[in-house]
């Protein structure tokens, strides 16, 4: 057994080292990673903030569906096919004028609702800890359960739809803004041609 503890500890000499420098440059990429993104969020803001809304709308289909989360996936679906319904009526150009209203009333809903189910998942939560859920003689496994899938279904959809909300408010102001300029740069160069016209008509007199 000596023999053999010791081929052991000669075959794996100097993995120390490498174990070590493995974790040195894992560290270090994480900084480096993490510098690159501040960098990033603080030069291109709208790219930044575009790349990680369509990670965060995206990557989680992937886990649904091989953990075949099919409630979540429905859920998902129907959220994403209202989102972007309004997303792209609020992308258009001229804006129709029912569109913000319907923004605005569309991310309320979606705020309001994951508001609540966030509450009642955090309170599902707690009276599991504090024992209430033996009252209703539900398990403290299923009742936990619940309360993080609402915790998770709040917390989600709540920064989702907030990030949907902001990007859908730039378009629009951006839009308005454009449109508002070349009216008011036509108002301007209306009054000039009115002007031209009216000095000739004075100095005839």
Known sequence: KRVEHARMHAKHRGHEAMHAEMVLILIATLVVAQLLLVQWKQRHPRSYNMVTLFQMWVVPLYFTV???????????????????????????????????????????????????????????????????????????????????SLLFYGLYYGVLERDFAEMCADYMASTIGRCSASTSSASVAGASWERSRRVPTAKRR
């Not at 319907?102 to 189910?117: E, N, R």
């Open 66 to 148: 091989k953990l075949h989360w099919w409630r979540f996936l429905v859920i998902w679906i129907l959220f994403s096919a209202v989102t972007a319904f309004v997303t792209f009526r609020a992308t258009r150009k001229p804006l129709v004028q029912t569109t913000p209203r319907l923004v605005y009333k569309w991310f309320l809903l979606i705020y309001k609702i994951s508001y609540a189910t966030g509450i009642v998942g955090y309170m599902a939560v707690m009276f599991t800890l504090f024992g209430l859920n033996l009252l209703f003689k539900i398990k403290p496994e299923d009742a936990m359960d619940f309360g993080i």
